[in-house]
């Protein structure tokens, strides 16, 4: 398992733009698929965005598509989350997580074995 650190969560008006980051360590890094969940208050952890291990193939959430972008990059052991134009519904704790499962279709969430503490993002409206 990777050891994974979330930053740059906080409080944003909607229709802003915040980047989130996740610090990995270890030296797989670069062999992890990587994802984004978020949980709001109340409510269930929900998929938000994953990246392949090489950093080419991604999917989002249908809420989050043409709005939130993940990228990494494996020299710095990093993975981000680019969320732009934000709604007051993306409020929630943002967790990243790691996992070294392949599947053609993509990860399951039950495959992420790696979750950092999460960085709380809030949407104001």
């Known amino acids: 398992q990777v050891q994974l650190v979330e930053s740059g969560g906080g409080l944003v008006q909607a229709g802003g733009s915040l980047r989130l980051s996740c610090a990995a360590s270890g030296r797989t890094f670069s062999s992890y698929a990587m994802g984004w969940f978020r949980q709001a208050s109340g409510k269930e952890r929900e998929f938000v965005a994953f990246i392949r291990s090489g950093g080419v193939s991604t999917s989002y959430a249908d809420s989050v598509k043409g709005r939130f972008t993940i990228s990494r990059d494996n020299a710095k052991n990093t993975v981000y989350l680019q969320m732009n134009s934000l709604k007051p519904e993306d409020t929630a704790v943002y967790y990243c997580?790691?996992?070294?499962?392949?599947?053609?279709?993509?990860?399951?969430?039950?495959?992420?074995?790696?979750w950092g503490q999460g960085t709380q993002v809030t949407v104001s409206s």
């Open positions: 997580a790691g996992t070294r499962v392949f599947r053609i279709a993509g990860p399951r969430s039950a495959d992420f074995d790696s």
